[in-house]
């Protein structure tokens, strides 16, 4: 039997695949015009998934579909598009320096977008499986990817990235496989929890493949990559995997939890990942390293409002809106305040740059206190806030006041870097003069972005219902 195909709902994967395509073909062609052709396709990306009528959709058997259009879909369409062109701003001026080839960076990264698409519409577990990895795959090389080999930090973490995303996913798959023979299911909206002598089987294939997708929320434990890997990559990368990897995480777990009756392993891996997360960051004395533990903690603030299941998703999707923009303005203040190519630099270096570049100071003062949860950060403190009622309203306080503990521990390393910022300048001669040069001129580009990600998430921290309501349709 001919199954037709629903061309319209495709269109944003079309756009985005499209777009890889097209910077592939211009690095072919002519050699250049990369971050033109991506940055116009992940626009025409958003476009699409904005366009396109809602309650759509295609690949399908019966009442159950492949692809499904809803108003969160394209809204996680659109913050992919909007990630992925706001990380190609942070990669600009590296990208203008030759440090990495731009061809193959703009593909891998719009390839690595094509992949987020698949996973806001995918309505089976194939389908998610397949656009993680196609998320996933991309950067593995991007963490690597330069021209010039400063250290091995680079290989290393994408070997070490690599080795652990292997496992995590043979990991789903086979959760993935035990649940399809157990329920005879793989689509999202058939997933039950099995009967008779198959219900165990399927309670194990559940839990593994939570734990297989918890690895792309760096949850505990498998969280051990995420500092090494942000680490040693490029800063820009490291924003891209602290925020569009993470989104697409976030909505893969969310898929499995609403349906299946996961809360316990949930909230274990939620109550392990936030203090672990925030423990660890307490002792860093490197900025990216203290952001990407601080991202692990996040993840387990999100990972709590999925163990409350479907209750909990709703305010989950929110935290992660909010979160993976305030993940972006702070990585863009590090990128704005470092060289093209150099890493994240140490705590140390960061001494007064408040005082020096005021704008970017103010940008990086306002990112950690949304992810403190304090003013004037109003998106990070109604994305806790709703956690926390989802916790309460669905029966588990105790998780609620396990995330209340954790926040106030955070707030001691997220005080503490806010304040070096605007600490007194270190004696003459200590600080770099290249360093105090580019701190007071950060690069155009990347300051735009930085900008463009702060406004938007001020607004948003004061119209937080627009963001339930496009989540729910």
Same mark, same amino acid.
């Given at each position: 039997?001919?199954?037709?195909?629903?061309?319209?709902?495709?269109?944003?994967l079309y756009?985005?695949?499209?777009?890889?395509?097209?910077?592939?073909?211009a690095?072919?062609?002519v050699g250049?015009?990369?971050?033109?052709?991506?940055?116009?396709g992940?626009?025409?990306?958003?476009v699409?998934?904005? &366009?396109?009528?809602?309650?759509?959709?295609?690949?399908?058997?019966?009442?159950l579909?492949?692809?499904?259009?809803?108003?969160?879909?394209?809204?996680m369409?659109?913050?992919?598009?909007?990630l992925?062109?706001?990380?190609?701003?942070?990669?600009?001026?590296?990208? %203008?320096?030759?440090?990495?080839?731009?061809?193959e960076y703009?593909?891998?990264?719009?390839c690595?977008?094509?992949?987020g698409?698949?996973?806001?519409y995918?309505?089976?577990?194939?389908?998610l499986?397949v #656009?993680?990895?196609?998320?996933?795959?991309?950067?593995y090389?991007?963490?690597?990817? %330069?021209?010039?080999r400063?250290?091995?930090a680079?290989?290393?973490?994408? *070997?070490t990235?690599?080795?652990?995303?292997?496992?995590?996913?043979a990991?789903?798959?086979?959760?993935?496989?035990?649940?399809?023979?157990a329920?005879?299911?793989l689509?999202?909206?058939a997933?039950?929890?099995?009967?008779?002598?198959?219900?165990?089987?399927a309670?194990?294939?559940?839990?593994?493949?939570v734990?297989?997708?918890?690895?792309?929320?760096?949850? *505990?434990?498998l969280?051990?990559?995420?500092?090494?890997?942000?680490?040693?990559?490029?800063?820009p990368v490291a924003?891209?995997l602290?925020t569009?990897?993470?989104?697409?995480?976030?909505?893969?777990l969310?898929?499995?939890?609403?349906?299946l009756?996961?809360?316990?392993l949930?909230?274990?891996?939620?109550?392990? !990942?936030?203090?672990?997360?925030?423990?660890?960051?307490?002792?860093?004395?490197?900025?990216?390293r203290?952001?990407?533990?601080?991202?692990?903690?996040?993840?387990g603030?999100i990972?709590? &409002?999925?163990?409350?299941?479907? +209750?909990?998703?709703?305010?989950?999707?929110?935290y992660?809106?909010?979160?993976v923009l305030?993940?972006?303005i702070?990585?863009? *203040?590090?990128?704005?305040?470092?060289?093209?190519?150099?890493?994240?630099g140490?705590?140390e270096?960061?001494?007064?740059? #408040?005082?020096?570049?005021?704008w970017m100071?103010a940008?990086?003062?306002? +990112?950690? /206190?949304?992810?403190?949860?304090l003013?004037?950060?109003? /998106?990070?403190?109604? /994305?806790?806030?709703?956690?926390v009622?989802?916790?309460?309203?669905?029966?588990?306080?105790?998780?609620?006041?396990?995330?209340?503990?954790?926040?106030?521990?955070?707030?001691?390393?997220?005080v503490?870097?806010?304040?070096?910022?605007?600490?007194?300048p270190?004696?003459?001669?200590?600080?770099?003069p290249?360093?105090l040069?580019? &701190?007071?001129?950060?690069?155009?580009?990347?300051?735009?972005?930085?900008?463009v990600?702060?406004?938007? !998430?001020?607004?948003?921290?004061?119209?937080?219902?627009?963001?339930?309501?496009?989540l !729910?349709?």
């Open positions: 039997m001919t199954q037709a195909v629903n061309h319209v709902a495709l269109l944003p756009a985005a695949a499209g777009t890889a395509l097209l910077v592939l073909v690095d072919l062609v250049r015009f990369h971050l033109p052709a991506a940055v116009l992940g626009l025409a990306t958003a699409c998934a904005t &366009a396109v009528p809602d309650h759509t959709a295609t690949f399908c058997s019966g009442d579909c492949s692809w499904i259009v809803t108003p969160h879909a394209a809204l369409t659109v913050l992919f598009a909007g992925t062109i706001g990380v190609l701003g942070l990669s600009a001026p590296a990208l %203008r320096q030759g440090l990495a080839p731009a061809g703009c593909f891998l990264l719009t690595a977008m094509t992949g698409v698949v996973v806001a995918a309505g089976d577990l194939i389908s499986i #656009g993680l990895e196609t998320l996933t795959l991309p950067l090389v991007l963490v690597g990817l %330069r021209r010039i400063v250290s091995a680079g290989a290393s973490a994408a *070997v990235f690599f080795l652990v995303s292997v496992v995590s996913t990991i789903a798959l086979l959760g993935a496989a035990l649940l399809y023979a329920t005879g299911a689509h999202l909206d997933l039950t929890e099995g009967s008779g002598v198959y219900a165990p089987l309670s194990v294939g559940a839990a593994l493949v734990v297989g997708f918890a690895f792309k929320v760096a949850a *505990v434990p969280h051990a990559w995420a500092p090494a890997t942000y680490d040693g990559a490029p800063v924003a891209y602290s569009a990897s993470k989104l697409g995480g976030v909505l893969a969310a898929a499995v939890v609403q349906r009756d996961t809360g316990p949930v909230a274990v891996l939620a109550v392990l !990942t936030m203090t672990v997360g925030n423990l660890v960051a307490l002792r860093q004395t490197r900025m990216v203290l952001l990407a533990w601080s991202s692990v903690a996040q993840a603030y990972l709590a &409002a999925l163990a409350a299941g479907a +209750a909990g998703v709703e305010a989950a999707y929110a992660a809106v909010f979160f305030l993940e972006l702070a990585f863009g *203040v590090v990128t704005a305040l470092r060289a093209p190519g150099e890493d994240g140490d705590l270096d960061y001494r007064g740059a #408040g005082r020096r570049a005021r100071g940008a990086l003062v306002l +990112a950690l /206190a949304g992810l403190a949860g003013p004037p950060g109003f /998106a990070g403190l109604f /994305a806790k806030v709703a956690v009622g989802a916790l309460i309203g669905a029966g588990w306080g105790w998780l609620a006041g396990v995330v209340a503990l954790n926040a106030v521990i955070a707030l001691a390393y997220y503490r870097v806010a304040a070096l910022l605007y600490a007194a270190q004696p003459a001669g200590v600080v770099d290249e360093l040069e580019r &701190a007071t001129r950060p690069r155009v580009v990347v300051s735009r972005v930085v900008v990600a702060a406004a938007v !998430t001020i607004v948003l921290g004061f119209a937080p219902q627009a963001v339930f309501d496009a !729910t349709g």
